[in-house]
């Protein structure tokens, strides 16, 4: 007889892929009374706060903070150094890339997509093919986001560069990493990235509100040639502040910095590359488990190859509407909130309710994916959706190290 018991009481996992599981060390940093804007410990904070970030995102060059979630940061960045008229390409692998291209139109550029669908990387020949056609160098910056959070792609930034390096084309590489930094391998300088835009709110391990957008000389060049910049976007006072309201355009997020400050410890006495490490191992062990679920029944992941996968954030689907009926469940009965779909069909499709995501990002650990996993175990028996057996024995073997 099957029993129908809850035991969803305890301390929940909001396993979705941002805003991702607060550190305790995080949330302690900002339980704290107001500390004064004017002087003292919170302006101290700042040029060893800004020189860890920049360590995280792999560069010695600049680092502009902006009290904004991603969608801030995308404009902070795209206001910098694209004007209104000049071309932008988007190779995008999903709806953020999209989205960027959205909020770059807003700003008045001449948007040209290139749509690799889904569940598909960047074709490199087709890009490399658009670069070449733009012999007069219209194009002045491709926008490509890192991992696009909604398919779970992760793309290759690296051999983008060495694209545009061959056609020899000038235009401002632009890289979205608020889906990968701190989770995903990534090196600002050594790839030969202008611009990076990131977010507190996943791999950085802090609530969401503040975005962050790095650049490099190239880029700063090109912002001194704009014929004007918002006021309040403008990242050269942010950058080079005279005084202290500027690093924020005005009043710092104070507990923010608290907690950044918090989290960037974490990152650092780690140490980023075993942070990488970590986040490849639990990936490697969450797509055993779903492969060996898609063995026999309707589990798909988004992206079949292992090569192009994030690993921060996974990206499924069962048969309508199982994929909302698994995270129902698991979060009524488990205490385990699964992240929806996104950007997979449109609103109004049933076919909506065959996706879910899987966020493994920042603060986890080996027991936070097996729980994830036992808990999805424990769903597709309760709704009888057929699977294949021994997925969570074959993540526990990758974590494992077998
Ligand atoms: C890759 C990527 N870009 C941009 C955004 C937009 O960020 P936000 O929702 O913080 O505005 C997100 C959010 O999930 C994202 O994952």
Redesign the pocket.
């Known amino acids: 007889m099957t029993q129908d018991l809850r035991v969803a009481q305890g301390r929940g996992y909001l396993a979705i892929?941002?805003p991702s599981v607060m550190p305790d060390a995080v949330l302690r940093a900002m339980h704290r009374a107001s500390p004064n804007i004017y002087e003292g410990e919170l302006l101290d904070m700042m040029e060893p706060l800004t020189a860890d970030l920049r360590r995280v995102a792999r560069t010695k060059h600049h680092v502009a903070i902006y009290i904004?979630?991603?969608?801030?940061?995308?404009e902070a960045a795209l206001a910098n150094v694209i004007a209104p008229g000049e071309r932008v390409l988007v190779p995008a692998t999903?709806r953020?890339?999209i989205?960027?291209g959205e909020m770059a139109t807003g700003l008045g550029a001449d948007v040209q997509v290139l749509d690799f669908g889904k569940s598909n990387p960047w074709d490199l020949d087709q890009i490399a093919e658009e670069l070449r056609a733009d012999a007069g160098h219209q194009i002045k910056a491709v926008l490509a986001?890192?991992?696009?959070?909604?398919s779970s792609v992760r793309n290759d930034v690296p051999a983008l560069r060495a694209v545009l390096d061959e056609v020899g084309h000038p235009a401002l590489l632009m890289a979205?990493?608020?889906?990968?930094l701190g989770c995903d391998e990534f090196e600002m300088d050594a790839w030969g990235v202008d611009v990076m835009?990131t977010?507190s709110?996943?791999g950085l391990m802090v609530p969401?509100g503040i975005?962050f957008v790095f650049f490099n000389e190239k880029a700063a060049a090109k912002r001194s040639v704009m014929s004007r910049v918002s006021r309040y976007w403008d990242w050269v006072p942010r950058a080079n502040p005279e005084e202290f309201f500027q690093y924020f355009g005005g009043t710092a997020p104070t507990h923010h910095l608290y907690g950044l400050r918090a989290a960037l410890d974490m990152i650092h006495e780690e140490g980023i590359e075993h942070v990488w490490a970590r986040h490849q191992r639990l990936a490697q062990a969450i797509w055993a488990a779903c492969e060996t679920w898609s063995e026999n029944g309707e589990l798909r992941l988004n992206v079949t190859d292992r090569t192009f996968r994030s690993h921060a954030?996974t990206a499924l689907r069962l048969d309508a509407p199982n994929g909302t009926a698994l995270r129902n469940w698991v979060q009524k009965n488990l205490g385990l909130t699964l992240g929806i779909g996104?950007g997979m069909a449109e609103p109004g499709d049933p076919a909506r309710d065959a996706f879910f995501r899987l966020g493994h990002m920042g603060h986890v650990n080996g027991q936070m994916i097996m729980g994830v996993l036992g808990g999805i175990q424990a769903g597709l028996s309760a709704l009888d959706i057929p699977h294949g057996h021994g997925a969570v024995e074959a993540a526990a073997a990758v974590i494992a190290g077998r």
Do not use: E, M, R, Y
């Open positions: 892929p941002g904004a979630n991603g969608h801030g940061a995308w999903g953020f890339g989205g960027w986001v890192h991992v696009d959070t909604s979205d990493c608020i889906a990968s835009v977010g709110q996943k969401p975005g954030v996104l």
